[in-house]
Every structure is written in structure tokens, then in C-alpha cells.
């Protein structure tokens, strides 16, 4: 039985207030575009549960909607409409729990540091952000100027202490440190506020 024909009885008998024949009823149960046109028609006119007021045009829309309906090869109905705000509610979901977890995350700056040694034949920078590792950040003079320098990566919201290593003997505070504490040898460690 043809849609088109029978949501034109459904509509028909729906004036007139009369029950549609078994018939009809019959392709209701088995057709959901004709049985959501109905239930439509229904609630427009407040046979329905909703007892909403007349809108002009709906039964347009509402075709126009049950026809965005369509059977994938498996005989589930799928609504486009419904898909995309799926699609776009899956990613804000996606983008918020990436936000959550990277909030977490303590942030991280890179601090450019100097020194100058022109008599050096190594520079290290070593502190609390390496462990007083002197291997791990070893200063470069690239140009031969006497001029070391070397970016580190560290987390904001610390102190960190430091000092230079020159050749793996002397230690010296940075000279342009605006802050610098005892170190509890003899010295000086110049502070790093992130």
C-alpha cells in the first residue's frame, strides 16, 4: 500500500473525526512515517496527549520530516537530522573531557639563561629541575664569543634553585639572577621564580 494514499485517508477521516478503517490501521502498525503522521495530526489538532494549538503548515513540516526518514540495508530507520547532532554532541563531549584532562596538566615555559665565560671550554647549568644533573643541560657557545646560552623547559609555579658548572669545577651563581641564597657550602644559588 502506497504511503502517499493512505496518509491521505488518515487525513480525511482525521477531519471528519471518524476511526480509520482496520485496513489503514493495519499499514500503521507496520509503517512508521504514516503512524508519526498521524500521532502529528493527533497533537496539532489536540486529539493527542499534548492538546497543542493548530500551527500553520506543520503537516508540511511533519511530512517533510518523516521523509528525511530512511531503511539502511539492516531495516533500521536512520534520520539524518539526528545523526549530525549525534556527530556534534560526540564531539563537544570529546573536546571537554580533553579539556578536563589538560587543565590537570601543570604548565610548562621555556627560560632562556646566559653566562659568560669566554675562557670556558664546557658550561653547564644545573638545579633543581634536572636533579643537579651536570650532564643533562649543557650550555652552547655557537659564535666562540665567550657567550653561553641554552633554553630549559620547566614547570610554571616553582622556585627552582640553580647555579653554572665551568668545566666541571667551579661553580658560580648566575650573575643575572635578581635573587640569590646561601647554599649551605660557602656559595650561592641564584633563584628561579616560574
Not at 657567550?147 to 648566575?174: A, H, S
Request: net charge negative.
Amino acid at each position: 500500500m502506497e504511503c502517499d494514499k493512505v496518509r491521505k485517508i488518515i487525513y480525511e477521516y482525521h477531519n471528519l473525526k471518524l476511526t480509520v478503517p482496520e485496513i489503514y490501521r493495519e499499514h500503521l502498525d507496520n509503517c512508521i512515517s504514516c503512524r508519526t503522521f498521524k500521532k502529528s495530526l493527533d497533537m496539532v489538532e489536540g486529539c493527542g496527549e499534548f492538546n497543542l494549538p493548530v500551527i500553520e503548515g506543520l503537516e508540511e513540516k511533519c511530512l517533510r520530516g518523516v521523509d528525511s526518514l530512511r531503511a539502511d540495508s539492516r531495516g533500521f530507520f536512520i534520520n539524518r537530522t539526528l545523526l549530525a547532532a549525534a556527530a556534534v554532541l560526540l564531539v563537544v563531549f570529546t573536546v571537554s573531557i580533553t579539556l578536563m584532562a589538560v587543565g590537570n596538566i601543570e604548565k610548562s615555559v621555556v627560560v632562556y639563561l646566559q653566562f659568560y665565560a669566554p675562557e670556558a671550554k664546557e658550561v653547564a647549568v644545573v638545579g633543581d629541575w634536572n636533579n643537579w644533573n651536570p650532564a643533562l643541560d649543557i650550555l652552547q657557545d655557537k659564535d666562540g664569543d665567550g657567550r653561553w646560552e641554552i633554553r630549559i623547559k620547566v614547570r610554571t609555579g616553582r622556585e627552582y634553585r640553580y647555579q653554572f658548572l665551568i668545566d666541571g669545577e667551579q661553580w658560580v651563581p648566575d650573575p643575572d639572577a635578581p635573587i640569590s641564597l646561601n647554599d649551605g657550602f660557602g656559595g650561592e644559588n641564584s633563584i628561579l621564580n616560574i
